[in-house]
């Protein structure tokens, strides 16, 4: 079993900077985000190879959220710039292990963006 805990959410205006961080009890495969906004489905944001080799990103976020990880200390971080009010949503951690099969998620932090 696998613990995430997220945290580095808040509140900006439009245009400012969060980094969200995701720690991880143990080791783990895959590794990414998601959001979920007020009213709509939770949507893939981000993720990132075991290596940190390959990173994909949710087409709306491209060139101003940047994923990365850290394997000795099982985190894994999401970089958040010019952020919009459309980014307003919880932000989801997971987390998955090609060994057992099993995926993982955090309880979420809260990004709010205010224009």
């Known amino acids: 079993q696998v613990q995430l805990v997220e945290s580095g959410g808040g509140s900006v205006q439009a245009g400012g900077s969060l980094t969200l961080s995701c720690a991880a009890s143990?080791?783990?495969?895959?590794a990414g985000w998601f959001r979920q906004a007020p009213g709509k489905e939770r949507e893939f944001v981000a993720t990132?190879?075991?290596?940190?080799?390959?990173?994909y990103y949710k087409d709306s976020v491209k060139g101003r959220f940047t994923i990365s990880r850290d394997n000795a200390k099982n985190t894994v971080n999401l970089q958040m710039r010019s952020l919009e009010p459309e980014d307003t949503a919880v932000y989801y951690c997971?987390?998955?292990?090609?060994?057992?099969?099993?995926?993982?998620w955090g309880q979420g932090t809260q990004v709010t963006v205010s224009s």
């Open positions: 997971y987390a998955s292990q090609i060994w057992t099969g099993k995926n993982y």
């Open positions: 990132i190879s075991f290596n940190g080799g390959s990173t």
């Open positions: 143990g080791r783990f495969y895959g």
